[in-house]
T-cell receptor, first 114, second 114 residues
């Protein structure tokens, strides 16, 4: 069975400090990996994704994530957070052979403290 | 171009009633997926429609059904509502519905069952 684990349900961090949101997955088939962000009362927005190629992927607003196949991880990092980064972050996978549905983690609530 | 539109944004229903939620995908998108988001279960896949055909289905009871029209608009129906059906229902659209994740999510319909 496949699963996505986000180890931290809540992460408080001071403004301009670095942050890492952790994501691990388990799957016996190949995966594509995603990070989505959800602001209050809104839907999900794609932050970044790994499909193939370079294991380090970056978003336009300073986030990056690295696919580590041996550790089955896809942790999200940002070197310096802003107040506007306060949101819920979801890690997700799609799996070969299961169509195109996303399997989501339970989410990490990032709170940036002024 | 316009994003994914879900109507209504908020809905209050009584236990035992039925409800229909609507999703208008981005123009040109032929795939529409539905997800249920609850604090306890997180984000769970309901079903996906592509060119008016259900292509994939999650693990939900038969009370949850959907359909897609020729203009790609989709509706989701829940019959005999239960308190546990209270959730944010998210719709996502994609041009081809492949697992590389080119999905855009709507803002959701928040259903409260009393």
């Amino acid at each position: 069975a496949q699963s996505v684990t986000q180890l931290d349900s809540q992460v408080p961090v001071f403004e301009e400090a670095p942050v890492e949101l952790r994501c691990n997955y388990s799957s016996s088939v190949s995966v594509y990996l995603f990070w989505y962000v959800q602001y209050p009362n809104q839907g999900l927005q794609l932050l970044l994704k790994y499909l193939s190629g370079s294991t380090l992927v970056k978003s336009i607003n300073g986030f990056e994530a690295e696919f580590n196949k041996s550790q089955t991880s896809f942790h999200l990092r940002k070197p310096s957070v802003h107040i506007s980064d306060t949101a819920e972050y979801f890690c997700a996978v799609t799996l070969a052979g299961t169509g195109n549905q996303f399997y989501f983690g339970t989410g990490t609530s990032l709170t940036v403290i002024p | 171009k316009a994003g994914v539109t879900q109507t209504p944004r908020y809905l209050i229903k009584t236990r035992g009633q039925q409800v229909t939620l609507s999703c208008s995908p981005i123009s040109g998108h032929r795939s529409v997926s539905w997800y249920q988001q609850t604090p306890g279960q997180g984000l769970q896949f309901l079903f996906e429609y592509f060119s008016e055909t259900q292509r994939n289905k999650g693990n939900f009871p038969g009370r949850f059904s959907g359909r897609q029209f020729s203009n790609s608009r989709s509706e989701m129906n829940v019959s005999t509502l239960e308190l546990g059906d209270s959730a944010l229902y998210l719709c996502a659209s994609s041009h081809s519905g492949n697992r590389e994740g080119g999905y855009t999510f709507g803002s959701g319909t928040r259903l409260t069952v009393v």
